[in-house]
């Protein structure tokens, strides 16, 4: 869905606040579909430079650039006419509205802590959310057969992403996609990108698919059940109901068809899972775990890599990349295309594993069989940025360090880890961190 940043805060840390909009009946159920929590009060900009040291993201250039905002917007016009807006819609959507500056903060937020893995599956992956997803499952089963029978997608993925991005619809968003993408397409260090995504926004207004009263969502512009961004409604979206719009806000048919439109166009491998979980013996050559390395499971399995439970692998010429996200003290993962698929869509590993973890209990699977070190203290970012400063002091090329820990950087603490006669696994631990202090 390319869509903006990874995944979501809102989903970590917010309740439910959502309520249940009515829609139209699809292909023979009833009720409704959850939608996202309305217009709920929102503190106001803390009026305060932006962390990231953009200078379009320091105090007196947000102002500056509010002020400027309706000579900004008028400013598009000539583009929104290229893309046959008409000039009553442009009017109409554009003459009242004023910048979100509180989005300024969350664009530029510097959380003080993370969330491991564990935590994340552990929020994402709930008894409630299994509950939920397989009563939806059940409601909307002929739906699914046609999506299923259309794009190739099995629906247990499908409801994985609606369960992960809003929990089924209850924690959309709230904000109106049109200020949203206004806002950041004349304010702050994104407003090239947002341009389009505004762009986009009059598109969809134009177009009457989705009403305006119902196009909210994140703060970034994402909306509906399974989290749009306006220029992904572009590439994606279906009328698979067939009433002449593609409402992926109000309708399950188009919003399951057009998830599932994404995913086929992305590569989605019909009939083949997203990997699996396994067992890496402690003497295995961690330096092999790596995103660029694929092999079939076959030569994995040759290496020692075993699956999970005891159970067999149903085709060993797959090919599939290994994942140790807490290394040798945790479970392992190997990652089949569709996993990489599921990454296109959002780009954060944590993600794309709760997706395939949710998917495999809503299908009827257990939980992941090994334990994660729950007793390791996760890095803030902070810490991890030191962390890669301390590897750049012992000569490793990681690129800028940004706190984030890449592939390039697991290289360089498994390389640091191997000097050490430590197990090279590449786990960003706080004991690693303190020994890199200590050098």
């Keep these: 869905m390319r869509r903006f940043g990874l995944l979501a805060a809102g989903l970590i840390l917010l309740t439910a606040v959502g309520a249940y909009a009515g829609v139209r009946k699809d292909d023979g159920t009833t009720g409704s579909i959850p939608a996202g929590a309305g217009n709920v009060s929102a ?34 016009w000539p583009a929104a006419s290229r893309r046959k807006v008409s000039r009553e819609t442009f009017v109409e959507a554009t003459r009242h509205l ?50 299923e029978k259309a794009y190739g997608v099995d629906r247990y993925t499908l409801t994985a992403i609606w369960g992960v991005e809003t929990n089924y619809g209850t924690l959309g968003g709230h904000r109106p996609v049109l200020r949203s993408t206004a806002t950041l397409a004349c304010v702050g260090r994104r407003q090239a990108y947002f341009r389009n995504e505004f762009l986009a926004t009059l598109e969809i207004l134009q177009h009457k698919d989705v009403p305006e009263s119902e196009l909210v969502g994140s703060w970034a512009g994402a909306f509906g059940p399974t989290q749009f961004m306006p220029t992904a409604f572009q590439r994606y979206a279906v009328d698979f109901d067939g009433d002449g719009r593609r409402d992926v806000v109000g309708s399950v048919p188009d919003m399951l068809a057009s998830t599932a439109n994404n995913l086929k166009k992305d590569g989605w491998v019909t009939g083949q899972t997203w990997g699996y979980e396994v067992v890496v013996p402690a003497t295995f050559d961690f330096r092999l775990a790596d995103r ?74 257990g939980p992941l069989v090994q334990h994660w070190p729950r007793y390791e203290r996760v890095l803030t970012r902070a810490e991890r940025f030191e962390l890669q400063e301390h590897l750049v002091r ?3 090329d990681i690129g800028e360090p940004d706190g984030h820990v890449g592939g390039r950087t697991r290289a360089a603490i498994r390389d640091f880890q191997a000097r050490l006669g430590q197990v090279p696994d590449g786990f960003a631990s706080s004991q690693l961190l303190q020994e890199l202090r200590a050098r």
């Excluded at 932006?50 to 105090?59: E, F, Y």
């Excluded at 939806?136 to 739906?143: F, H, I, P, S």
Aim: net charge neutral; with cysteine; proline share 7%.
């Design 43 to 76: 503190p106001p900009w803390s009026g305060q430079s932006g962390a990231s040291g953009d200078p379009t993201m320091t105090a007196d250039a947000i102002r500056a650039a509010a002020a400027n905002f309706h000579r900004c917007l008028d400013g598009l």
């Design 98 to 147: 004023t910048p979100d500056l509180r989005i300024m903060d969350l664009m530029d937020a510097q959380p003080e802590f993370t969330k491991s893995f564990w935590d994340y599956l552990d929020i994402l992956v709930t008894d409630q959310r299994i509950d939920d997803g397989r009563a939806l499952l059940d409601r909307y089963a002929r739906t699914f057969d046609a999506v």
């Design 292 to 365: 660029q390395r694929w092999m079939p499971i076959s030569d994995w399995m040759r290496l020692g890599i075993v699956r999970a439970g005891g159970r067999s692998f149903p085709n060993p010429s797959a090919r599939a990349y290994l994942m140790v996200p807490a290394g040798v003290q945790g479970p392992g993962f190997l990652m089949l295309e569709n996993f990489r698929v599921i990454m296109r869509y959002n780009p954060a590993e944590a993600y794309a594993l709760a997706i395939g973890h949710l998917a495999d209990r809503l299908r009827g699977g």
């Design 394 to 396: 012992q000569g490793y």
